[in-house]
Nanobody
């Protein structure tokens, strides 16, 4: 089992920045990659970014490419999502997720709210 706890959400004006953190605990040695997703009420959860635990390769949704950066600190079992040039459309609950293989995500955090005002 892997436990995930997100932090760093909040209220920011359009054009501002926030950094989200996700700390993993438990069987972190089994992790294949970690990702960030977001969800707006009434809509499906959407993929934002992911990073391989070994090697650090990254992948982003087109909607955030060039504005968001995902990174990791293996020693701290922590993944970050640096969000710059935030837009009101980025308002959502952001979830951290982890998986143990190249398939669906097994583990999810409880989410952190990000609100971008115009």
């Amino acid at each position: 089992q892997v436990q995930l706890v997100e932090s760093g959400g909040g209220l920011v004006q359009a054009g501002g920045s926030l950094r989200l953190s996700c700390v993993a605990s438990g069987r972190t040695s089994s992790m294949y990659d970690m990702g960030w997703f977001r969800q707006v009420p009434g809509k499906e959860r959407e993929f934002v970014a992911r990073i391989r635990w070994s090697g650090g390769s990254t992948y982003y949704a087109d909607s955030v490419k060039g504005r968001f950066t995902i990174s990791r600190d293996n020693a701290k079992n922590t993944v970050y999502l640096q969000m710059n040039s935030l837009e009101p459309e980025d308002t959502a609950v952001y979830y951290c997720a982890a998986r143990t293989g190249d398939y669906g995500y097994d583990y999810w955090g409880r989410g952190t709210q990000v609100t971008v005002s115009s």
